[in-house]
C-alpha cells in the first residue's frame, strides 16, 4: 500500500451540529496535515450520511482511499465507512476524495 504524495486532496464535509462539526474537521485535517495529507477545504452541509463516510470516485484509487481510511482511524474517526462512489467519475477531479463526518451522538 503505498502512502499518498502529499498534495493528497481530502475535502470534508460536516453534517449538523455546525460548530461542533467544524471543530472536529479542523482537529482531524491538523492531524492529517501532520501526515503529509492535505485537506484542501471543509465544508457544511445540514444533510449527510449518519456515519462518517470516506468516498472515493474510481476503482484505481481504492488503495489510497484505504490508506486514508486507516489515517483517519487513529485519527479517532469512528465507525468509517470507505466506500466507491460510481456515477461521477467524469465530474471528480483524479485522486478527489470526501470525508462526511456523522452528527455527534446524544
Sequence with gaps: ??????S???YSSAASDVYK???QAR???SGLARQ??????????????TQADLRYFRSGER???NYLGRALGK???SGLRVRQITGHEAAAVARH???WLAPPKR
Design 1 to 6: 500500500i503505498r502512502r499518498p504524495p502529499r
Design 8 to 10: 493528497t486532496p481530502l
Design 21 to 23: 462539526r467544524q471543530a
Design 27 to 29: 482537529s482531524v485535517a
Design 36 to 49: 503529509g495529507i492535505v485537506v484542501s477545504g471543509i465544508g457544511v452541509d445540514e444533510s449527510g450520511p
Design 63 to 65: 488503495d489510497e482511499a
Design 75 to 77: 485519527l479517532g474517526v
Design 97 to 99: 476524495y470526501e470525508l
